[in-house]
T-cell receptor, first 114, second 115 residues
Framework: AQSVTQLGSHVSVSEGALVLLRCNYS??????LFWYVQYPNQGLQLLLK??????LVKGINGFEAEFKKSETSFHLTKPSAHMSDAAEYFC????????????FGRGTSLIVHP | EPEVTQTPSHQVTQMGQEVILRCVPI?????FYWYRQILGQKVEFLVS????????KSEIFDDQFSVERPDGSNFTLKIRSTKLEDSAMYFC?????????????FGQGTRLTVV
C-alpha cells in the first residue's frame, strides 16, 4: 500500500520568500515521487519527479525537491516565491515496477502575498 | 507537445441521468486512468485501464461506473445514474511504462455538476 501526507492545507508566503511545501510518503517498495501543480481552472501539470539516482531533483519554474529515504519525505522548495506560483500543489507516490498509478495527497494551496 | 484532452470542460446533468465523459489520451501511451476531485478534497483514483481491460479500480468505482476504449483514440468514463455526490472534477490521465517515463499526464478535467 502507498499513501502521501501533505502537511498544511494552506501555506502563505510573501513574494520573494522561501517556499516550503511538505510531503511525507508511505510505500512498501521503493517509491516514485512526484509533485504536480494545479493552477486555477486548469489540469494537473507535472513539476518534477524522483525515480532513481540523484535525490535532489529540479523541476520547472525554479522548484526543486529532495528525496530523503530516512525521513520518508519529499518536500518541495523554491528559494524565492513569485506571485505566479500561487496554485494548488499535490504530492504523489507510485510504486516502482508496477503500473505507475499515482496516489495523491490532499494538496497544499500556496498563497503568495505581494 | 502531445497532451491529454478531455471533453466537455463542464457538464451539468440531472440526478439519475447517464453521463459520458470523454478523453483522448496521448497517442503512444498504454495506460489510461480516471481520477476525480470533489471540491476541496484530494485527487482520488478511480480506475486504470490497460490492454483493453480494467487493470485496477478503487472502492469508489462501483457498478455505476464503467470505462471503455471504443476506438483507437478515445477513452470514456460512463456514470450510469448520476447522484448528487458524483459532482466533482474528473481527470483523465495516461502514461507509458518505462524507467524514464514514469509519470502520468493529465488532462484539463471535466467539471461534472449533478443537480
Amino acid at each position: 500500500a502507498q499513501s502521501v501526507t501533505q502537511l498544511g492545507s494552506h501555506v502563505s508566503v510573501s513574494e520573494g520568500a522561501l517556499v516550503l511545501l511538505r510531503c511525507n510518503y508511505s510505500s512498501s517498495v521503493p517509491p516514485y515521487l512526484f509533485w504536480y501543480v494545479q493552477y486555477p481552472n486548469q489540469g494537473l501539470q507535472l513539476l518534477l519527479k524522483y525515480t532513481t539516482g540523484a535525490t535532489l531533483v529540479k523541476g520547472i519554474n525554479g522548484f526543486e525537491a529532495e528525496f530523503k529515504k530516512s525521513e520518508t519525505s519529499f518536500h518541495l522548495t523554491k528559494p524565492s516565491a513569485h506571485m505566479s506560483d500561487a496554485a494548488e500543489y499535490f504530492c504523489a507516490v507510485s510504486r516502482s515496477g508496477g503500473s505507475y498509478i499515482p496516489t495523491f495527497g490532499r494538496g497544499t494551496s500556496l498563497i503568495v502575498h505581494p | 507537445e502531445p497532451e491529454v484532452t478531455q471533453t466537455p470542460s463542464h457538464q451539468v446533468t440531472q440526478m439519475g441521468q447517464e453521463v459520458i465523459l470523454r478523453c483522448v489520451p496521448i497517442s503512444n501511451h498504454l495506460y489510461f486512468y480516471w481520477y476525480r476531485q470533489i471540491l476541496g478534497q484530494k485527487v482520488e483514483f478511480l480506475v486504470s485501464f490497460y490492454n483493453n481491460e480494467i487493470s485496477e479500480k478503487s472502492e469508489i468505482f462501483d457498478d455505476q461506473f464503467s470505462v471503455e476504449r471504443p476506438d483507437g483514440s478515445n477513452f470514456t468514463l460512463k456514470i450510469r445514474s448520476t447522484k448528487l455526490e458524483d459532482s466533482a472534477m474528473y481527470f483523465c490521465a495516461s502514461s507509458v511504462p518505462g524507467l524514464m517515463n514514469t509519470e502520468a499526464f493529465f488532462g484539463q478535467g471535466t467539471r461534472l455538476t449533478v443537480v
